[in-house]
């Protein structure tokens, strides 16, 4: 049975930082490109960033660009968000989602969805 559990959101400050953490079980992660993507209240879901299968690649929404760091470390099958410079606008709940396709992450579609991990940022 393959999982995705995220972790590491909580409340933080504008102008602050988050890292949030999504493990993998069940699936070959070396094999799948990850993604995370984040659904504001009362907003459709909206992808943030994706990665390569070996970390080559990276991919982000122009919104977090420059703010946002995704990695991966395929030894521990876990896939981050590093999350800088925080703003209001970026308070939601993050998934992450591992798909074997790679722009088929980038449009929001996934073989896999974890639980989310709620993040909120204050004025």
């Known amino acids: 049975q393959v999982q995705l559990g995220e972790s590491g959101g909580g409340l933080a400050q504008a102008g602050g930082s988050l890292r949030l953490s999504c493990a993998a079980s069940g699936l070959s992660f070396s094999s799948y490109h990850m993604g995370w993507f984040r659904q504001a209240p009362g907003k459709e879901r909206e992808f943030v960033a994706l990665?390569?299968?070996?970390?080559?690649?990276?991919y982000y929404t122009d919104s977090v660009k420059g703010r946002f760091t995704i990695a991966r470390d395929n030894a521990k099958n876990t896939v981050f968000l590093q999350m800088n410079s925080l703003k209001p606008e970026d308070t939601a709940v993050y998934y992450c989602a591992a798909e074997y396709e790679y722009d088929d992450l980038r449009y929001g579609r996934a073989d896999y969805w974890g639980q989310g991990t709620q993040v909120t940022v204050s004025s």
């Open positions: 990665i390569s299968r070996n970390g080559g690649r990276t």
